[in-house]
């Protein structure tokens, strides 16, 4: 499929499987040198860094823990802006080496929200790895450890992302060509 078709919206095609693929084994190569010996814990952001996490994790070869968390950060059905909880998180992180495991980081905002409660938690260390990173939309002081891809500040689905619901099974990546 070169295109695909959303309710009002349709998207191409920007990045292959096999693109992809080769930046998430980038990315476990660097981890499995840089947590060598930190027996880090993988926090997994759902819904959408389930299939990156996936893949990436088959590749990653250190001893760790895994959990899956969804972030609490509405107060009716608008945002606060801030975590307000990590909805799922059963493990202790206090003195723990922490990989946060997100599909994409655009402004930044769930990603700082997310570092601010775990190191209020007590983490040691806390890293950031995302599949996407938006460096032109970032609004928050982050360090993203490991980025699997930088990409321009446009709407995408695939592999995990999606819009209002759809597209998160799609093995490439689409991008928006109409609003």
Do not use: C, H
Not at 65 to 92: C, D, M, P, W
Not at 107 to 119: A, F, H, P, Q
């Amino acid at each position: 499929m070169k295109t695909v078709t959303f309710k009002d919206k349709t998207f191409r095609v920007s990045i292959s499987e096999a693109e992809l693929l080769k930046a998430v084994d980038n990315v476990a190569e660097k981890m499995n040198a840089d947590l060598e010996g930190k027996n880090p814990l993988f926090l997994i952001v759902l819904n959408g860094a389930f299939m990156f996490a996936s893949d990436l994790l088959k590749r990653v070869e250190i001893p760790a823990q895994l959990s899956f968390v969804k972030v609490a950060s509405y107060s009716g059905t608008a945002s606060t802006g801030r975590v307000t909880e990590l909805i799922g998180l059963n493990e202790e992180v206090k003195g723990r080496t922490i990989v946060i495991i997100e599909d994409i980081v655009d402004s930044g905002r769930t990603m700082y929200g997310m570092v601010e409660k775990l190191k209020s938690l007590g983490a040691d260390d806390i890293r950031i790895a995302t599949l996407f990173f938006k460096p032109e939309a970032l609004k928050y002081d982050l360090n993203i450890d490991y980025a699997a891809m930088n990409i321009p500040n446009d709407f995408i689905v695939g592999y995990g992302l999606d819009y209002d619901g759809y597209g998160r099974n799609l093995r490439d990546i689409y991008t928006l060509i109409n609003s």
